[in-house]
Each structure stands twice: as C-alpha cells, then as structure tokens.
C-alpha cells in the first residue's frame, strides 16, 4: 500500500482516479445500453424468420394439399 506524506498528493491522487472512474462508467452504461438494444434487435429478427418460416410451411402444405 502507498503512503503520502503530502495530504494535498493524496487528495489530487484520488480526485483524479474519481474522475477517471466516472468517465469509465459513463462507457460502461452506454456499452450496456448498446448491448440491450442488440439484445432485443436479435429476438426481433429471431422472430420474424421463425415467423417467415412458418407462412413458408403452410404456403408448402397448401400446394400439397392442391396438388392431391
């Protein structure tokens, strides 16, 4: 552990690390924000190919159930 003899270094040494450690949270909360919306962009197109495969199938079941 480090020791300061100068309460003044000390003080300047943990103002600087506080200001260091908000600007690291302010990219910390907009790297999770911009997670969540991938998150959510994905389960949305998840959906809409499941969805697409399924008219799909039924497009196919009806040209079966024509051709019989």
């Known amino acids: 552990m480090l020791e300061y003899s100068c309460e003044e270094e000390a003080t300047t040494l943990l103002v600087k690390n506080l200001e260091n450690v908000r600007g690291s949270l302010e990219v910390l909360f907009a790297d999770l924000q911009f997670l969540r919306d991938q998150g959510t962009i994905t389960q949305v197109t998840i959906a809409r190919v499941y ?18």
Do not use: C, E, L
């Open 51 to 68: 969805n697409w495969d399924v008219h799909q199938q039924r497009i196919q079941q009806a040209t079966a159930s024509k051709d019989s």
